[in-house]
């Protein structure tokens, strides 16, 4: 426990270190935010002044930071410019959305890569060894907005399956009412089963895009693990000691491959949360990946700084995660965190 | 950007490959239209506010005036600037010496909460626009700047009065910042900080226009519904607009071949030459009459303080090529010859490729082995400055003008723009007023990053003065003709075109007015 511990006593640093850098290099982005949003031609240097004192950007760096601290430590991450909503709400709407379609690519991912990866370990040679190189090298080598479009170019534009791939639910549907943000939920919550598949058919071609970028690392750790279990000597003793196939396969292999894929897979979740820029634009899904690039490209400071604090939370509380589980599966990673 | 050509070929050759079925299309009072972005503030004034907004503000609020409706080039319907029409204001009557403007307003209109429209909330709206530094700034290019100046005489009847005769000053009541916003409401909402409703009136709409927005999801998109009681204007054919935000242009392309979408707005010209040959869809378009693109030169440093030397780069430039390569020939021209004694502006500025010629000009300036430079342009531009800088790059190449191309941010070549350290670069502008001595004052007179020439020619800028507040028209065209001969004659900003707004969509989507703003007016669209 004390472990556990240790690590949480480190999460406020770390954050602390977090919100200094994104304020540093959001201030050291070239550019001049005050000149940007005040582009038209009837504006004079009065007008853009008056912009600046407006975002507070006439007020020297040390006093910006001292209000972007007080106002954080109320829980206040500004306002955004380019959405002209504050930011807390934009990530509050739109942080779900990104979960929910990371959530699920995840676990399609995890129910391609585990069964694929296990078994072309077991036969190395057999064709299911080479379909995982093949998830692999696809997922691996193909961009995910070209993924995307190949999707939505079978399956929307020339066969009519999926439906328009306009973010989350068809404009016809009222959207359930907001309990946990995350659609499919809210829907069953509300049991609303039109709604229930409608969110399930527009997640679809999204998920099994980022699904297909996630495979690919799952995959390669997932028979790496599981090739090198096989062949430990404590696999061969139990072999040699006549253990049943699936009483080694549950006991023995799955306990000791489970950290090094767990721990890959909460690096492979942190960075389709953020990374999932371009299928959100492909498929006009309203999450936070497009909002926080949006925002980059027109020197927003508020929502940048806002989603970097927010994804440097939730990795550091995955990796918290994922580390206390691979502790609680694998005794002996204990020993190497007293040492 | 080769990218993204790569997928529209993907695209291009699906389509081909087999005609895909189409579904059924909604109701036929229903539309659904498709933009790249969404709005991002429900009033017309304030910080960073984008042009997608203008889409809410247009069709939720009425103004005094509206502009007329003209044919433009191509037979497209487009707004007529030197004809204004009432809108809230069923007539108006100019003073002789043209500094009191009587308006009268329609009786029996009202605010989407049936409180009647009046005088007051006219006051109450056009001192807010001069109230707020932004609404300020753009008033005062019309004589518009004081709440002194604005009048309730009674409930149906207001004044505006003006220190001068200006020319600027009705059209500025027909742009997009003076929407008539129900004053009771919006002063409820108001504080002793922000007398104005600024943060009350950008999330919520308190007006009286067309259509009421019936929803709104940030990022994705609104409903428009119809205001039945609308009084200010024929009655609109559509009863609904569902409007989605499909940020690729793939995904406008393919919802609206697929019949998911009936009308998509921010057609680049190559999808707009492919999608006008699809059968089922048509593309209206028409270049707005001040919006332009250019290639501008820094005359404050050398080698293009030498007008030699920007006259040589004029005639080097392979315009045809340009104009086909980066616009499909979607626009008006804005080189070779122009019209004789043309008084508008821009217009075209004689320039033509002669290669001869530029390396004479270039010799004659003292460089006769060319010097090099850098020529720079916005990322978000490059689907149509790619092509254009390359040419650009290759032609000049051949006099020995050595170009690296330097691609750049928006939000970065503003401040360099601003600091007046760019040489060399592609850009785009637009001017929503446009009598042409306004044109000259903000492109080729003054300090500002709007003067991307950074020209400062004595003679124009006293032509630009003295024509401020000319009431005698002879006099007036003499001296625009005598800045337009300069214009051409030096060359500060090499004009290359006006590109078309093109607005794809179904067949029997009619009605299409585009404006000067590039967003949609509802008011006219039927489908």
Redesign the interface.
């Known amino acids: 426990m004390s472990a556990v511990l240790r690590r949480l006593v480190a999460v406020p640093p770390t954050l602390a270190v977090v919100v200094v850098a994104t304020f540093a290099l959001t201030h050291l982005?070239?550019?001049?935010?005050a000149?940007?949003?005040?582009?038209?031609?009837?504006?004079?240097?009065?007008?853009?002044e008056?912009?600046r004192r407006?975002?507070g950007l006439d007020e020297p760096l040390w006093r910006q930071f001292a209000i972007y601290l007080g106002r954080l430590a109320q829980g206040d991450l500004g306002q955004s410019?380019?959405?002209?909503?504050p930011v807390l709400d934009?990530l509050a709407?739109?942080l779900p959305a990104s979960a929910e379609l990371t959530l699920a690519a995840m676990a399609v991912a995890l129910a391609v890569a585990l069964p694929l990866g296990a078994r072309a370990a077991a036969r190395p040679g057999g064709w299911v060894a080479r379909l995982g190189r093949l998830v692999a090298a696809l997922g691996g080598a193909t961009p995910t907005?070209?993924t995307g479009?190949c999707l939505?170019?079978l399956f929307?534009?020339?066969a009519?399956l999926a439906p328009?791939?306009?973010?989350r639910l068809a404009?016809a549907l009222a959207p359930p009412p907001h309990v946990t943000g995350f659609l499919l939920i809210d829907a069953v919550l509300a049991l609303d089963g039109r709604a229930c598949l409608d969110a399930l058919a527009h997640l679809a071609l999204p998920a099994a895009t980022l699904a297909l970028f996630a495979a690919a690392p799952l995959t390669r750790v997932a028979q790496a693990a599981t090739a090198a279990t096989l062949a430990s000597d404590y696999v061969r003793a139990a072999r040699a000691n006549g253990l049943s196939r699936r009483r080694i396969a549950l006991s023995y292999v799955l306990r000791n491959a489970a950290a090094p894929i767990l721990t890959t897979a909460g690096l492979v979740f942190t960075a389709l949360l953020g990374a999932g820029v371009l299928v959100e634009?492909?498929?006009?899904w309203?999450g936070v990946g497009?909002?926080a690039l949006d925002a980059l490209?027109?020197?927003?400071h508020s929502p940048v700084q806002g989603f970097i604090l927010a994804m440097a939370t939730i990795s550091l509380l995955v990796n918290l995660a994922v580390d206390v589980t691979a502790t609680l599966i694998d005794p002996r990673l204990r020993l190497v965190d007293h040492a | 950007m080769r990218?993204r050509d790569v997928?529209g070929l993907?695209?291009g050759a699906?389509a081909a490959a087999?005609a895909?079925?189409r579904?059924a299309t909604a109701a036929p009072t229903s539309l659904?239209v498709v933009s790249e972005a969404g709005?991002?503030?429900f009033d017309p004034i304030?910080?960073?506010?984008?042009r997608n907004?203008i889409q809410i503000t247009w069709n939720v609020y009425d103004r005094l005036l509206r502009f007329g409706t003209k044919q433009g080039l191509g037979g497209a319907s487009t707004y007529d600037y030197f004809a204004l029409e009432g809108e809230a204001a069923e007539a108006w009557e100019v003073s002789p010496d043209a500094t009191r403007i009587v308006f009268h307003l329609r009786k029996g209109a009202t605010f989407h909460d049936g409180a009647p429209v009046t005088a007051r909330d006219v006051k109450w709206s056009l001192d807010r626009v001069v109230s707020l530094?932004?609404g300020k700034?753009?008033f005062a290019?019309g004589s518009l700047t004081a709440p002194e100046q604005f009048v309730a005489l009674d409930d149906t009847t207001f004044q505006v009065s003006l220190p001068r005769a200006d020319r600027f000053a009705l059209p500025n009541l027909a742009l997009t910042f003076p929407i008539i916003v129900n004053s009771e409401e919006a002063r409820r909402h108001a504080g002793a900080d922000d007398p104005w409703a600024t943060a009350w009136l950008?999330?919520n709409v308190a007006g009286g226009g067309p259509f009421r927005l019936e929803s709104y999801?940030?990022?994705?998109?609104a409903?428009f519904a119809r205001n039945e009681a609308w009084r200010n204007g024929a009655a609109p054919a559509l009863s609904r607009v569902?409007w989605?935000?499909?940020?690729?242009a793939?995904?406008r392309r393919?919802?609206l071949?697929?019949g998911?979408?009936d009308l998509a707005q921010d057609v680049s010209p190559q999808d707009a030459a492919d999608l006008a040959a699809d059968p089922a869809l048509k593309v209206v378009g028409a270049p707005m009459t001040g919006v332009f693109q250019f290639i501008a030169m820094n005359c404050a440093t050398a080698p293009f303080d030498n007008v030699k030397v920007r006259r040589a780069i004029a005639a080097a430039l392979p315009y045809d090529a340009m104009f086909q390569a980066a616009l499909f020939g979607r626009g008006r021209p804005l080189f070779g010859p122009a019209a004789p004694d043309d008084p508008a502006f821009p217009q075209p500025l004689g320039t033509a490729t002669d290669l001869a010629k530029a390396r004479a000009l270039l010799a004659e300036a003292g460089l006769p082995n060319g010097f090099d430079t850098t020529f720079t342009y916005e990322l978000?531009l490059a689907s149509i400055a790619e092509p254009v800088a390359l040419l650009a790059q290759e032609a000049l190449g051949k006099i020995g003008v050595r170009v690296t191309i330097d691609k750049t941010?928006?939000?970065?070549l503003?401040?360099r723009l601003?600091k007046k350290e760019v040489p060399f670069y592609f850009e785009a502008?637009?001017?929503f007023l446009a009598d042409p001595d306004y044109f000259f004052r903000?492109?080729y007179t003054g300090?500002?990053?709007?003067n991307f020439g950074s020209y400062a020619n004595a003679e124009l800028a006293a032509l630009v003065e003295r024509t401020r507040f000319e009431t005698d028209h002879a006099a007036y065209a003499r001296d625009v003709r005598r800045m337009i001969e300069l214009a051409k004659d030096e060359l500060p900003i090499i004009l290359l075109w006006q590109p078309a707004l093109d607005v794809a969509m179904r067949r029997r989507v009619e009605g299409m007015k585009l404006q000067f703003h590039r967003q949609l007016d509802l008011r006219t669209l039927s489908g």
């Open positions: 982005l070239p550019g001049d935010p000149a940007f949003f005040t582009s038209s031609p009837g504006a004079d240097s009065s007008v853009v008056a912009t407006a975002l410019v380019v959405s002209g909503r934009d709407r739109r907005f070209v479009l939505i170019l929307y534009y020339a009519g328009a791939p306009f973010g404009p634009r492909v498929f006009a309203p497009a909002y490209i027109a020197l927003d | 990218r997928l993907g695209l699906l087999g895909p079925m579904r659904t709005p991002n503030s304030g910080v960073g506010v984008n907004s530094p932004i700034a753009q290019t950008k999330t999801a940030p990022g994705e998109g409903v569902i989605r935000v499909a940020p690729t793939q995904l393919a919802t071949q697929r998911d979408a978000s941010p928006a939000g970065q503003g401040a601003q502008s637009a001017a903000i492109f300090p500002t990053r709007w």
